[in-house]
């Protein structure tokens, strides 16, 4: 269960605020051998791993038509939803379009930005214990308003060698039309690096375990964009004396359940919501499939208890939360204070699981504390973000003394030059 804690000294917060360990030294030599054994073998190598760690013998790694037919043996309600959610998602993330504006910043000097879309982007989704259909809502909407010419999905398969139906349908929904039946570590070679059969992408984006992360951090390294660093995921609740101890320990648990290395944490200035939640969070506990699953990130998390609202807010700017839950009866006023999250979910009718699905905003967000300087995915990441300048003669007579002066104070007089030798003609 929680550990409670009780006013902890400010000197003593970094410590509290641990995440669970996320060590790569035991995985990074298998990862990369993994990389390196894929860029010289590609797909053969691909074969290789798939029968290893998936126990699956494939010739073709891409969905064909056949298996795509199976999108539609899912239930009519899970249609439904599905088609919710991407239309949800598409409309928060249609708004992030911005029209190029250009500005003057003197007479003759234009200069504007302009956002394209990134040419090649490559989508994991992790399979696991879940089909995560709602992880490739929340890549692939974007990843099409935005335009990307390329979109490839890499997912491993389940135990029959197919893809879960509902992923399948909610590509077709979303207009993704190639998917591998790829995981792992070796999935992210594959599109970082390029094999026969699938094209190497510019940018790599999706959730997965620590070989996945290990992976995408080691491509990086070499030059292959990824979309943020990301581990185990958490959720944080601040809650006062009207929230709900059966609200509160249903988010708690709506986030443990994802995997024992996950982090929750309680952050009030009431005693009795600790009391109360921990009791919610036993009763709860115990009807859940994945009891083992979530029992075990309970052991990692923290009800903390705080002297008043203002310590913790405090609290919880320092955790950088990657979802924070604000249950409390001000709960707008507090919201605005929060300087450091992944995303936030204010007031006691507002669950983190509506973010995860259906809401609008994206659910793939930075976690172990890098949300103190990284955002969450948008349509932002997956655009380029050109500037332009267009200067007339007059323009770059205007600027020219502050360029050459500029310029040969910092010892460049070839960049002088290039602005002297126009305005000599």
């Known amino acids: 269960m929680m550990q409670a804690i009780q006013y902890p000294k400010k000197a003593d917060w970094n410590e509290l605020l641990k995440r ?55 239930p009519e309600d899970l249609k439904t939803a599905i088609q919710l959610s991407i239309k949800n998602v598409s409309a928060f993330h249609a708004a992030q379009q911005q029209p190029v504006q250009k500005i003057e910043t003197m007479p003759g000097v234009v200069c504007w930005r302009k956002s394209v879309a990134i040419d090649k982007v490559g989508l994991y989704i992790p ?110 609740v601040i809650a006062d004396e009207t929230a709900d101890a059966n609200f509160v320990a249903a988010d708690l648990l709506s986030q443990a359940e994802h995997g024992k290395d996950s982090q929750v944490v309680l952050v009030t200035d009431k005693e009795v919501v600790i009391t109360k939640t921990l009791e919610a969070l036993k009763e709860q506990l115990e009807a859940l499939p994945r009891k083992d699953i979530a029992a075990g990130a309970l052991q990692n998390s923290k009800a903390i208890l705080a002297h008043d609202l203002n310590e913790a807010v405090e609290l919880m700017n320092e955790y950088a939360p990657e979802h924070l839950i604000v249950s409390c009866n001000n709960a707008e006023a507090i919201a605005t204070q929060i300087t450091n999250a992944g995303s936030v979910f204010i007031g006691h009718y507002s669950p983190e699981s509506v973010g995860d699905y259906a809401s609008g905003t994206n659910h793939t967000l930075p976690t172990n504390g890098f949300a103190k300087a990284y955002s969450g995915v948008s349509l932002d990441s997956f655009y380029k973000k050109i500037t332009f300048q267009q200067l007339t003669k007059q323009g770059l007579q205007n600027i020219s003394k502050a360029v050459t002066t500029l310029a040969e104070a910092e010892g460049l007089q070839a960049h002088a030059n290039a602005v002297m030798v126009r305005l000599k003609k």
């Open 20 to 74: 669970p360990s996320q060590d790569f030294t035991t995985v990074k030599d298998i990862v990369k051998n993994i990389l390196n054994d894929v860029k010289q073998r590609g797909d053969e190598a691909l074969k290789d791993y798939t029968k290893q760690f998936d126990k699956i013998e494939l010739d073709n790694f891409l969905i064909d038509v056949e298996e795509w037919q199976t999108a539609n043996n899912i």
């Open 127 to 236: 399979g696991g214990t879940a089909p995560l259909f709602s992880t490739l809502i929340m890549l692939g909407v974007p990843a099409t308003i935005a335009g990307c010419q390329e979109i490839i999905l890499c997912m491993p398969p389940q135990k029959n060698g197919l893809v879960h139906p509902a992923v399948l349908y909610a590509a077709q929904q979303i207009g993704i039309t190639k998917i591998y039946k790829i995981g792992g570590a070796q999935a992210i070679a594959a599109m970082a690096y390029g094999t026969k059969t699938i094209n190497k992408v510019y940018k790599i984006f999706g959730p997965g375990n620590q070989y996945i992360t290990c992976a995408k951090m080691l491509v990086n390294a070499e030059g292959i964009a990824i979309d943020m660093p990301a581990g185990p995921s958490e959720v944080a």
